[in-house]
């Protein structure tokens, strides 16, 4: 279980895009202009194809967790949340929010379902690959996603005080954090952050 969670981010940090498409983009935004001239001039063309934006427009919000959701997810069915998200990040379809109203709904109390470890790494933004919004999961991240007392105690403040179901511990590829603990990198603070990996360094 914990293999198919920690595999999840690759797909998503691993993907870049292609190397044409900053000159694709410029092309682009030549069109564009010349474009922008000719309507000075003349009336606008309508859209060739509004169905793609109008299918965005009816997919249903998704609305914040609230006491209810959270006391009907399971372990499982938490799980089962957090895959199915990363899927749609994958696919490039994300589930339709309204940031405003979640902020509203969710000023009062917070119902999250899971609390995520993940690392810094600028690459895997917890919510972003798993699709979550505001209110929907914890998110602690540190450099190779360790552990110390403090992380511990706000997963403790997550399950036995805000009710959520599941802890994640999300390893990534190319982390910067165990590439310094193969190969026992001293520098400042860094040093006892390596040095709490290189056992499973070791290990394997
Ligand atoms: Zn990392």
Redesign the pocket.
């Known amino acids: 279980m914990s293999n198919r969670v920690t595999s999840v981010p690759a797909a998503g940090a691993s993907s870049t895009p292609p190397a044409t498409s900053r000159r694709a983009f410029g092309r682009g935004l030549g069109l564009s202009a010349a474009g922008l001239a000719l309507a000075g001039c003349s009336a606008p063309e309508p859209p060739a194809d509004p169905a793609p934006a109008d299918a965005a427009a009816d997919q249903e919000l998704v609305p914040a967790q609230d006491a209810a959701s959270q006391a009907a997810v399971t372990p499982d069915a938490a799980l089962a949340l957090l895959t199915d998200g990363n899927a749609r990040f994958v696919a490039a379809t994300p589930a339709r929010r309204d940031y405003g109203g979640q902020i509203r709904a969710t000023a009062a109390a917070q119902y999250p379902f899971a609390v995520v470890l993940g690392?810094?790494?600028s690459r895997?933004p917890i919510e972003t690959v798993f699709d979550q919004g505001i209110g929907d999961i914890f998110a602690a991240r540190i450099?190779?996603?360790i552990v110390n007392t403090e992380i511990l105690g706000s997963m403790e403040f997550a399950c036995r005080l805000a009710g959520s179901k599941l802890v994640v511990v999300l390893?990534?590829t190319?982390?910067?954090?165990?590439k310094g603990a193969i190969s026992s990198a001293r520098l400042g603070n860094l040093t006892q952050l390596v040095q709490k990996i290189e056992p499973a360094v070791e290990a394997i």
């Open positions: 690392c810094i790494d895997v450099a190779g996603n390893g990534h190319s982390c910067g954090a165990v």
